[in-house]
């Protein structure tokens, strides 16, 4: 360790910084980069022209259609799955929803117009929780298709893996092969991972609403990024819960009515553990939001 | 030979049906089963209880949304791409369609909420040909993401293949990450086979329109199953000129206005012979049909 | 149908041939074409080039690894399992084999240098039945994870669905991330589709063995092609049971031992109705093999 | 920011652990967790049990069989793809290695039993670069084809992307569509990501050698953990130097010949820019190796 630690001063040195910071925190703690990074990009991998990054620098525009279930789960159950620092929401024990949200993200204006890395499909858990007295969703597990939002999702600190997501899609013309946006009509959902089915859905609508029932509380996650070196792999060098800023969120569209919810139980996975006892609303609705910033708790 | 017909002789009469038909016809022309086959079914894989095909006996409902463009390629190219039986359009050489969809299914009316099952993409070129004077459009190429819509397109003579095809989707709520459904609104639409980019088109709409610039002309395809037994790799058993018909065809939010189209050559693909040497019309809109019958011509 | 079959013979004699055989067949009857195709290949697509079908003429060469397990299911859904013209076979009912192999294809001598293409991998159930007296295997159910696969099965008459199917690898280096080929050497392997899973085994191996216990008889397939036109989706055009022709069948480095065996159920599917109330070996080893022709029983 | 910092404050206390090191650190300087934390887990998501994230704590075991060729690829280019800290190599300007590897990975004793989890492949560059005068290899870009390795490449610096890679395999019994592992054997790769190809190389084996031409430099890689608070997207927690630790690397039956290159541009890419110039030899091999450490430089 001693030895890693010079040589990070020696590379520092030769890099025309300074290592204070860096010697001061000690190995398990990451330090800022001592002298300017010639790469560019802002996730892995960083470039020479900084354009092969995952996910550049926000802001990060997302808009989609979202299918989910409000549930409640054993409080038990839901409060184990809360990270130190958030306690069960003691209003309404083991509440929260299971969202499929069909995406498009743009972060410039010509993104949308390449769907492979602009499009993805995601399934989400959102718990209720409390941190320091305030109501917030907690996330505890979610899935997506595409890499791109992977990284981004890290970033913000959701715990994103890779997934197959569907949802049952409502179209412009009359067909027996689609469901109307309108009181009776039904959508599927459905989440496999691993080549195995997590988790699904069957939402009936009945009437309009306001907004979503899911995504009216503040989101908490937890940013986390282990250390490899042998001595720090149980103190990672990132491990700090945020709150999610969502700016100029719009909805449109809503409907709520009935649902059912399923969780599978699969090796690696505790989604399963989480399974509904009994389910609430179902819902449907666009979305749309920007995030640009995020909020470090 | 002899032993093979001897053979289907014998066990047509085992089975309790007679083989008059299948003897006439020849080893190498394929015959209705001469006994009820007791699997059932409609295509592969016929079963005990017949739910295992990939598709069931028709209706067939579709609806979805596409986007493409409106194209010309060399004549020649256009005309070496027709069948036996089909000429080229004289009024207008090298003119076709590449159309990208978006297709949602069902033949029974929870099939949409199954998406994995009833949701696919499609990439599929449509040329201007001529049956017998009529103006006829000829699909040499279609690729989709979906083993069952593959089976059910071979059935109806269009050659599909497995592909992944995206498109720019529009959303119900403003954002910077979706187009706008109206002038100046843009998508984008993409298709890559064996790992390698095939087709993309970039579309900007102008002005709304009655119906789709393609799809105007009855689809006339190639249904074509070939035989393995030695004697007949030359002889496929079916191999005829089909005609789609199309019930309760409808167009719904149909917009018009330019586009960009390019395809990229690729081993074990010919969709670059037909590659556009001029550009017309960019096209996105919704449509439904359903899918009963098939004339064969 | 009288104007179908006009409109056949019109373009027959417009393209220079005679229509005397189709005539005969009748429309529900498939007819070679009655003048020779200007499009060329094999399966579909047939294109001016003849590069672009999924699936060129024979000779086709195989060559791959099988993991799999003997089992038993109830002897009546075995015997549910099989065509008009297959008879339970009475010496072991409810007997067959589950085996998921990883496969390398090539019909030209480059064509494995792409493995895009030439890699597939399957997952396949070989049941006893019994033709005409002789011992023979079915293949009821089987998924691979390529469509130039799935063309070449079709045409076999291996009734091929969309699958993906993984096993357990060896290496040629000691590793605690991987098993020996050898006394205790364990192996798994997976098959889902549709984003389920539907099989899985492990074995055990404990001695080596002359062949694979699967591949033993001959493999009866179901030719099937159904027809659209709406008269004709009762009298399928190509409706045949097949036996395979494998020549130069070579098989090396078998191990055979114990193994267990899941089938799990899902909609659209049937695997489960053959769940195993009992397995017998596992078993594991190369094969290679050539096709060529195919009997029509 | 004050704000933030007093409620990571009063999070810790109420956690009953203390904020001495978050509060010395600033808010643009991630932490260790200030209380232990109840989930469990190394990699997101961590969870109640433990079980439910990417990849656990190492020892992470490894093995798997490498294609790959030799190349350089303009000097400046190459140079411009090296981190800061990192300096050309003045041996052999431009020189590095482009592999292909099939990899099966295990953690505990029954990992590979699991292929849909333990197997992946994986396509990744290695540039000469020198590391304060040591000879050290440098990977500016990598994909694989799961998620789970994803995670494990990002804690040990690796800036894995999700993409296909496929190679030739070698089977243990002749055939025409495997090729020999011996003087004249050919095998080829490719590498694809959204949709587009962009690496490919055809390697023709001559002789055997003691060990695989890449690999023989430690690997140096950078960990980088971006930030998305608003004032820390400039300042990311974790922007380190690594090197690999690889325990117990092993090689088997390795051959070296000749070999070709190719890299294709795509958008979102900078592959290309290290284009080969001139290619070296080609080789062919297995090994397997442990991560359980990393040094950070």
């Given at each position: 360790m001693d030895k890693n630690l010079q040589r990070r001063t020696v590379l520092a040195a030769m890099a025309g910084g300074t290592v204070a910071a860096a010697t001061g925190a000690g190995p398990a703690m990451a330090a800022p980069a001592a002298a300017p990074e010639r790469l560019k990009g802002?996730?892995?991998p960083l470039s020479a022209r900084g354009v092969a990054n995952l996910a550049?620098?926000?802001?990060?525009?997302?808009?989609?259609?979202a299918v989910g279930a409000e549930f409640w789960t054993r409080p038990d159950a839901a409060a184990a799955s809360l990270p130190t620092g958030l306690?069960?929401?003691?209003?309404?024990?083991?509440h929260g929803y299971a969202v499929f949200i069909d995406w498009q993200f743009a972060a410039t204006s010509d993104d949308y117009l390449d769907p492979t890395f602009s499009q993805y499909s995601e399934f989400l858990l959102l718990m209720d929780a409390s941190y320091q007295g305030t109501a917030v969703a907690w996330c505890p597990f979610i899935w997506v298709d595409n890499d791109a939002s992977l990284a981004r999702g890290w970033v913000q600190g959701f715990p994103k893996k890779i997934g197959q997501i569907r949802q049952t899609r409502a179209f412009a013309v009359d067909s027996l092969a689609g469901p109307i946006v309108g009181k009776s009509g039904r959508f599927g959902a459905t989440m496999s991972a691993g080549g195995r089915r997590l988790a699904e859905t069957t939402v009936t609508l009945d009437h309009t609403a306001d907004r979503l029932p899911a995504l009216t509380r503040p989101i908490v996650n937890?940013?986390?990024f282990p250390q490899l070196?042998?001595?720090g792999q149980d103190t990672p060098p990132v491990h700090e819960l945020t709150m999610s800023v969502l700016d100029n969120l719009k909805m449109a569209n809503t409907w709520v009515g009935s649902g059912d919810l399923h969780f599978f139980p699969a090796p690696r996975e505790e989604l399963a553990d989480l399974g509904p006892t009994r389910v609430g609303v179902g819902f449907r609705g666009s979305l749309s939001y920007t995030v640009n910033d995020l909020k470090i708790l």
């Amino acid at each position: 360790m001693d030895k890693n630690l010079q040589r990070r001063t020696v590379l520092a040195a030769m890099a025309g910084g300074t290592v204070a910071a860096a010697t001061g925190a000690g190995p398990a703690m990451a330090a800022p980069a001592a002298a300017p990074e010639r790469l560019k990009g802002y996730t892995l991998p960083l470039s020479a022209r900084g354009v092969a990054n995952l996910a550049g620098k926000p802001p990060w525009n997302y808009v989609g259609d979202a299918v989910g279930a409000e549930f409640w789960t054993r409080p038990d159950a839901a409060a184990a799955s809360l990270p130190t620092g958030l306690d069960p929401d003691p209003a309404n024990p083991g509440h929260g929803y299971a969202v499929f949200i069909d995406w498009q993200f743009a972060a410039t204006s010509d993104d949308y117009l390449d769907p492979t890395f602009s499009q993805y499909s995601e399934f989400l858990l959102l718990m209720d929780a409390s941190y320091q007295g305030t109501a917030v969703a907690w996330c505890p597990f979610i899935w997506v298709d595409n890499d791109a939002s992977l990284a981004r999702g890290w970033v913000q600190g959701f715990p994103k893996k890779i997934g197959q997501i569907r949802q049952t899609r409502a179209f412009a013309v009359d067909s027996l092969a689609g469901p109307i946006v309108g009181k009776s009509g039904r959508f599927g959902a459905t989440m496999s991972a691993g080549g195995r089915r997590l988790a699904e859905t069957t939402v009936t609508l009945d009437h309009t609403a306001d907004r979503l029932p899911a995504l009216t509380r503040p989101i908490v996650n937890l940013r986390h990024f282990p250390q490899l070196a042998l001595s720090g792999q149980d103190t990672p060098p990132v491990h700090e819960l945020t709150m999610s800023v969502l700016d100029n969120l719009k909805m449109a569209n809503t409907w709520v009515g009935s649902g059912d919810l399923h969780f599978f139980p699969a090796p690696r996975e505790e989604l399963a553990d989480l399974g509904p006892t009994r389910v609430g609303v179902g819902f449907r609705g666009s979305l749309s939001y920007t995030v640009n910033d995020l909020k470090i708790l």
